[in-house]
């Protein structure tokens, strides 16, 4: 969407407009459930903070203060805010569980659709050994697609902080799934 489009679309939301609420969140939905469930690893619990997300914004939306950044910008704190609150409620941490002690059995007689399932469960985990800018950031540049300076943008931060950022989570997700056998593109191209 473009930005001039989106602004109109935001005053007009400001006002009750729910036409232009309506618009904005299908311009962003996916985005923000994709954010959500990469997160919690978890379609239905995804789609209920997808939801709450859209419910807070809403509720916000006469307050909402155009800082000059993209509309998603703002979704995506509020979707960060949801996902610690979720966790914090479960008394868990996303990194529950210990890679070093799972297995993954692999022969050749096992079924592709139970691989699949197990390698996911495994890059979920390592993807929850990150920090949360971290998981963030592989989030908003491998799943959603954003440019460098998008994700910056996204992220409040400069584009150096955001290579920074992003060399440190591949460096520590490489590492971690080279015990598993499974090479960092791998689990990149699995994300998306």
């Known amino acids: 969407m473009e930005r001039a489009e989106e602004q109109r679309l935001i005053h007009r939301a400001k006002g009750g407009d729910s036409e232009a609420f309506a618009a904005l969140y299908e311009a962003n939905v996916q985005s923000i459930f994709r954010y959500v469930v990469v997160r919690v690893s978890d379609i239905h619990v995804a789609e209920d903070l997808t939801g709450d ?31 610690v609150d979720y966790y914090r409620k479960q008394g868990r941490t996303p990194a529950q569980l210990d890679l070093d002690s799972q297995s993954i059995a692999i022969s050749s007689d096992l079924d592709a659709p139970i691989l699949h399932s197990e390698l996911q469960r495994v890059m979920q985990s390592a993807l929850a050994t990150l920090t949360n800018e971290q998981q963030q950031v592989i989030v908003l540049r491998f799943v959603e697609g954003h440019r460098l300076e998008e994700t910056a943008q996204l992220m409040g931060k400069n584009v150096n902080a955001i290579k920074a950022l992003q060399h440190r989570a591949l460096r520590a997700l490489s590492q971690r799934l080279a015990r598993y056998s499974i090479d960092l593109e791998s689990f990149l191209t699995g994300l998306s």
């Open 53 to 83: 997300v859209f419910m807070r914004a809403l509720r916000s939306m006469p307050s909402y203060n155009d800082e000059g950044t993209p509309f998603l910008a703002w979704l995506y704190r509020i979707a960060h805010a949801r996902v």
